[in-house]
């Protein structure tokens, strides 16, 4: 027997007819390659429950989640301009039951990776592959690893999560507890004219990309996990005070203040040379009017702070909650008509890094606990791997743990010297 052994894999349609229809994405959907997945991986102990992740069950709550979220069971498709749009067929999410000998305590030190990825997270060839996958994997010893992906393109972690509610809802007979998704994304078209200064953010970190003569091409990289408990974050927001800062300092802030400082320290950047951390913000409650909360779609701008890296090395989280204040409804509407007007070569920049960038994405706020399918909430629950190096991702832990996870993706020499610091507070 393989590692993991695949039982059933098919396709599971909505339970009732949807619409089929082609559905407009906006410019914060395309600049999104449709090959990009965002992946989850959920771990459940065997509660005793004889029916525990009963396949039947989960299988036709997705059938019923898809009625609602009805676009990810169509596919990605183009219009007659070759801009992608989603084709909703209503062909249905792949839906994977595996079983492994693997055992609880063989993921007792879980590490995110591409090799864990293909174990726990269905893959689908295809030109045309599913927006929506699901893996459910029974372990030896009975407890469950659950995969998701999703379709980076036509979604974001906030929809990602949200349908995640909606279906672990309608698993325990709980359907009506989850508000439907708004499928509406004319609320963020460009303005007509597109208004665009060359100072925005977006447009100076791709002119920089292009002087420094950016490839797309990125060495190779691990992933790992480290824990931060409540009262280390808590000192490291007290850093801040202590130098005199005024602001009142976020976790995000301050974490993210302390892993830019450890990465150009593990790289070794010169001193001299300007330093960028990028992300994502979630645009929502920033624009006016705000959009609605269960909007069904890619969500976030841009942030960026830059500074040079004898900056960065002596912490400097007020400069990452100054750029987290000048994100209003101005500045999205502004990187909204900045990627209409884009030419395609610029936009294969957006999301481009050097050794000198950083990107973290911040998941503190998101409900990733939420997908009690009747048999507890998961006891663990991350990303699957950062894709490339130089990227990070904060997780709440579960339960009453006030602590956060970091999920960092560094090339191999960085990461042993960025482990070695990342506990250095001083």
Not at 12 to 38: C, F, G, H, M
Not at 245 to 265: G, N, P, R
Request: some cysteine; overall charge negative.
């Amino acid at each position: 027997m393989e590692i993991v052994e695949i039982v059933e894999s098919s396709l599971v349609a909505p339970s009732e007819e949807t619409p089929k229809e082609r559905q407009w994405l906006s410019n914060l959907d395309t600049t999104i390659s449709p090959t990009i997945y965002t992946s989850l991986i959920y771990l459940y102990k065997f509660n005793g429950d004889p029916d525990f992740f009963s396949v039947p069950t989960i299988k036709a709550a997705l059938a019923k989640a898809l009625v609602l979220f009805y676009p990810l069971a169509g596919r990605v498709a183009a219009d007659k301009d070759g801009r992608f749009e989603i084709d909703c067929t209503g062909e249905g999410a792949l839906f994977v039951v595996a079983r492994s000998k693997l055992t609880l305590g063989d993921l007792k030190d879980y590490q995110p990776s591409i090799e864990n990825r293909k174990l726990f997270v269905p893959d689908f060839k295809s030109e045309t592959p599913p927006l929506l996958m699901l893996q459910i994997t029974f372990l030896e010893s009975r407890d469950v690893v659950l995969g998701a992906s999703f379709n980076h393109c036509i979604v974001d972690a906030h929809s990602d999560f949200h349908f995640m509610q909606t279906l672990s809802s309608i698993a325990r007979g709980n359907a009506s507890s989850v508000p439907p998704p708004l499928l509406d994304r004319a609320l963020l078209r460009a303005r007509a004219p597109p208004l665009v200064s060359l100072n925005h953010p977006e447009h100076l970190h791709v002119e920089y990309l292009k002087s420094v003569g950016y490839t797309g091409l990125y060495p190779p990289f691990i992933c790992t996990i480290l824990k931060l408990s409540k009262d280390q974050i808590d000192h490291l927001k007290s850093i801040s005070c202590r130098r005199g800062s005024s602001d009142t300092i976020s976790t995000f802030q301050a974490v993210s203040a302390h892993i830019w400082k450890c990465l150009c320290l593990a790289r070794n950047l010169a001193p001299d040379k300007e330093s960028h951390l990028l992300f994502p913000v979630q645009i929502r409650s920033r624009i006016s009017p705000p959009l609605p909360k269960y909007y069904f779609g890619n969500s976030c701008t841009c942030g960026l702070v830059s500074a040079k890296v004898s900056e960065v090395v002596e912490f400097i989280p007020q400069r990452i909650s100054e750029s987290v204040g000048q994100i209003d409804d101005a500045y999205v509407r502004e990187s909204i008509d900045y990627l209409e007007v884009a030419d395609k070569e610029n936009l294969s920049r957006r999301f481009g890094m050097t050794e000198y960038d950083l990107s973290i994405s911040s998941w503190l706020s998101m409900p990733c606990y939420d997908a009690d399918f009747g048999y507890g909430e998961p006891d663990f629950m991350t990303v699957t791997d950062t894709g490339i190096g130089g990227i990070a991702f904060l997780i709440k832990n579960p339960g009453k743990d006030q602590g956060i996870s970091v999920l960092v993706g560094l090339e191999i020499e960085t990461m042993k010297q960025f482990k070695a610091i990342f506990y250095d507070f001083n």
